[in-house]
T-cell receptor, first 113, second 112 residues
Framework: QQQVKQSPQSLIVQKGGISIINCAYE??????FPWYQQFPGKGPALLIA?????SEKKEGRFTISFNKSAKQFSLHIMDSQPGDSATYFC????????????FGEGTQLTVNP | DTAVSQTPKYLVTQMGNDKSIKCEQN?????MYWYKQDSKKFLKIMFS???????INETVPNRFSPKSPDKAHLNLHINSLELGDSAVYFC???????????FGPGTRLTVL
């Protein structure tokens, strides 16, 4: 049972464009929703995270939009740069169950110069 | 000043062997995790320890055994390695509540 579904699987964006990655979850007990960025040969790095009491969080060029009723959240990368080319993972966790992260399948983002 | 470190970075071994992966964190966190990333890059929790106590044990073959000598270290022992164990294994640590998790650089295990 895939509890966090992520789309698209791959995304190609031109430099300066907006990259949008979407995730949907099933478990309404999830209370923490992070996004991770992973470069080849490296570990996932925490990019930005949100809790369900807010609908949006922005950090620099990265914004999370959260829709609790639809059980969906998305990552928006504004002014995408070639250096943003990486695999992005959404995740969710439930504080009461040891905070294990349940990950989406990942999105391979390529930003063309 | 590495936050979460793992050794070795690469591990190539024969089927049937026993191997260990070590993890250390200097963030002062109470909770540590092991995740497995398969060939399709899918990440899945394996184990979690809080203050040296096992709190999460997903459906993982009992050939895999985590050991936590202290709260800064969480090692992973794998017995009787199989071809299907080939993957990248990530250690992570989390602070109070464990929500913010920081990952190590990973260990790429290849079983021949």
């Amino acid at each position: 049972q895939q509890q966090v579904k992520q789309s698209p699987q791959s995304l190609i964006v031109q430099k300066g464009g907006i990259s949008i990655i979407n995730c949907a979850y099933e478990n309404t007990a999830f209370d923490y929703f992070p996004w991770y960025q992973q470069f080849p040969g490296k570990g996932p790095a925490l990019l930005i995270a949100i809790r369900p009491d807010v609908s949006e969080k922005k950090e620099g060029r990265f914004t999370i939009s959260f829709n609790k009723s639809a059980k969906q959240f998305s990552l928006h990368i504004m002014d995408s740069q070639p250096g943003d080319s990486a695999t992005y993972f959404c995740a969710a966790s439930e504080s009461s169950s040891g905070s294990r992260l349940t990950f989406g399948e990942g999105t391979q983002l390529t930003v063309n110069p | 000043d590495t936050a979460v470190s793992q050794t070795p970075k690469y591990l190539v071994t024969q089927m049937g062997n026993d191997k260990s992966i070590k993890c250390e964190q200097n963030l002062g966190h109470d909770t540590m995790y092991w995740y497995k990333q398969d060939s399709k890059k899918f990440l899945k929790i394996m184990f979690s320890y809080n203050n040296k106590e096992l709190i999460i044990n997903e459906t993982v073959p009992n050939r895999f055994s985590p050991k936590s000598p202290d709260k800064a270290h969480l090692n992973l022992h794998i017995n009787s390695l199989e071809l299907g164990d080939s993957a990248v294994y990530f250690c992570a640590s989390g602070g109070s509540g464990g929500n913010e998790q920081f990952f190590g650089p990973g260990t790429r295990l290849t079983v021949l």
